[in-house]
């Protein structure tokens, strides 16, 4: 069974600029999760969606978004990028029938912004 | 307002010995906690976690402690192996092991275990 899959792996972009950022989760789980793990902050919560819709967002700025598609994958998008969006992002997706101990996560996509 | 905190940013014992990581939180509503292990380049992976309903869960070299008066939990790994040099995230949830909802994370310590 393939795992969350996450892309590109490493992405470098200019400030102001925008990122997308792209998950497939486990085949048959429907809920997408993202996380930053910026240095020295551990993983914050991004934003979460389940069956096409955003169920609920961290503490991040609305130029942080995404959005699932029907086949579950996921997009996060973030405009204006700044320096301070460098940072490795996780994608996690769990069965609805899984409970909190599903979270499975991917590898991550690496942002640098210069 | 860090609800999960993981106090010590790294921690190095010596191959065999028992290694100790510690987790606090401040919200009264966390109910279920887990922890993961993070090696570099990959995601974090699932290790163990136990619900408020207990005060200990044990998996092979694995036992996690639960104070809920004192909002700690701890780790214990026992005996450590150079394998287990990784960092390691404390989480909790609200609303149980059955949630939907998000995890909250702690900022991992970094264990290394020498030979």
């Known amino acids: 069974e393939a795992g969350v899959t996450q892309s590109p792996t490493h992405l470098i972009k200019t400030r102001g600029q925008q990122a997308t950022l792209r998950c497939s989760p486990i085949?048959?789980?429907?809920?997408v999760y993202w996380y930053q793990q910026a240095l020295g902050l551990g993983l914050q919560f991004l934003l979460w969606y389940d069956e096409g819709e955003e169920r609920n967002r961290g503490n991040f700025p609305p130029r942080f978004s995404g959005r699932q598609f029907p086949n579950y994958s996921s997009e996060l998008n973030v405009n204006a990028l700044e320096l301070e969006d460098s940072a490795l992002y996780l994608c996690?997706?769990?069965?609805?029938?899984?409970?909190?101990?599903?979270?499975?996560f991917g590898s991550g996509t690496r942002l640098t912004v210069v | 307002d860090q609800q999960v905190k993981q106090n010590s940013p790294s921690l190095s014992v010596q191959e065999g010995r028992i290694s100790i990581l510690n987790c606090d939180y401040t919200?009264?509503?966390?109910?279920?906690f887990l922890w993961y292990k993070k090696y570099p380049a990959e995601g974090p992976t699932f290790l163990i976690s136990i619900s408020s309903i207990k005060d200990k869960n044990e998996d092979g070299r694995f036992t996690v402690f639960l104070n809920k008066s004192a909002k700690h939990l701890s780790l214990h790994i026992v005996p450590s192996q150079p394998g287990d040099s990784a960092v390691y995230f404390c989480a909790a949830s609200a609303y149980g092991g059955g949630s939907q909802g998000n995890l909250i994370f702690g900022k991992g310590t970094k264990l290394s275990v020498k030979p």
């Open positions: 085949s048959g789980h429907t809920s």
């Open positions: 919200n009264s509503m966390f109910d279920y």
């Open positions: 996690a997706s769990r069965d609805r029938g899984q409970g909190t101990y599903g979270f499975t």
